[in-house]
């Protein structure tokens, strides 16, 4: 697992790279509920850009950032969605949870 | 006759081995000149079937996971992914989208996601025996 983020004006961008399976959800889910605790971001975004490959755990991942997200009434917004990971959230109905920008390169 | 092709993988239940087990497949699988997003769906499919394994058929110790893949005619890639873990007891309640016994980094979409990318799909089980899962998907033949 790997991933960088930063804050700008009350935006917090978490960027996630490789492959989110059951292996790796749930340092990412500690993490970016870590991030938003410390930051209290207005908006946190979730860039997908360099995420090759999800499975539902990926799912558990983006739910658990919405939750931590409606807790401190901020928004989630997620981008950069590739073809394979947005097929698992459209499955999943995640895409009409949250807000998705610069779908499907 | 026509010999098909077949494989055979066995691993322990250790989560190293979901990247191993749904990449292994993908690379099978190659040989029948699939598309990206067949492959992308075949991919997904896989790694729930043996993160299941891993994470709910062996809780609290490692246990043998087998993928079986085989090719049949019309171009039909044969999954079959089977553990001798726990079982489950009620299959449709397991099927239902987000049901899961899972803590909060599961989502309970995972036979949702393996149901909807493939073409047929089978899940069987018995409480203290083990469950196989049986996916099918046919590919589109490249003109
Ligand atoms: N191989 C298995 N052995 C035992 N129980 C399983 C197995 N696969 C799935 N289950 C049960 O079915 C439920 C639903 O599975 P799934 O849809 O993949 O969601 P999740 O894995 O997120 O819980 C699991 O929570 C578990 O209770
Ligand atoms: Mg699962």
Redesign the interface.
């Known amino acids: 697992m790997q991933f960088t983020s930063f804050l700008e004006n009350g935006h917090l961008t978490v960027a996630l790279t490789g492959?989110i399976?059951?292996?790796c959800?749930?340092n990412y889910?500690q993490s970016i509920a870590g991030k938003i605790e410390a930051y209290t971001p207005d908006v946190c975004i979730l860039d997908f850009q360099d995420v090759t490959?999800v499975?539902?755990?990926g799912?558990?991942v983006v739910?658990?950032a919405l939750r931590s997200m409606s807790q401190i009434e901020g928004k989630l917004v997620l981008t950069g969605i590739c073809?394979?990971p947005m097929?698992?959230f459209r499955?999943?109905g995640i895409d009409k949870l949250v807000e998705i920008k610069e779908a499907v390169r | 006759m026509k010999f098909n092709n077949f494989m055979i993988l066995e691993f322990p239940s250790k989560?190293?081995n979901?990247?191993f087990a749904r990449s292994a497949v993908a690379c099978f699988a190659a040989q029948m000149d699939p598309t990206?997003?067949e492959l992308?769906?075949i991919?997904?499919a896989v790694?729930?079937a043996v993160?299941n394994c891993?994470?709910h058929a062996y809780p609290n110790e490692l246990g043998i996971i087998t993928v079986r893949c085989r090719i049949l005619k019309d171009n039909i890639l044969d999954i079959v992914v089977k553990d001798k873990g726990v079982g489950i007891a009620d299959i449709e309640q397991a099927k239902r989208?987000m049901f899961t016994t899972g803590g909060?980094?599961?989502?309970?979409?995972?036979f949702?996601?393996m149901e909807?990318?493939m073409t047929s799909f089978e899940l069987s089980s018995e409480p203290g025996k083990g469950t196989t899962v049986h996916m099918r998907r046919r590919l589109q033949r490249r003109k």
């Open positions: 492959e399976d059951h292996h959800a749930k889910i490959f499975d539902s755990s799912i558990a739910i658990n073809a394979q097929r698992v499955a999943s | 989560s190293s979901e990247a990206l997003e992308g769906d991919r997904t790694s729930e993160t891993i994470v989208p909060s980094d599961r989502s309970g979409m995972g949702t996601i909807s990318f």
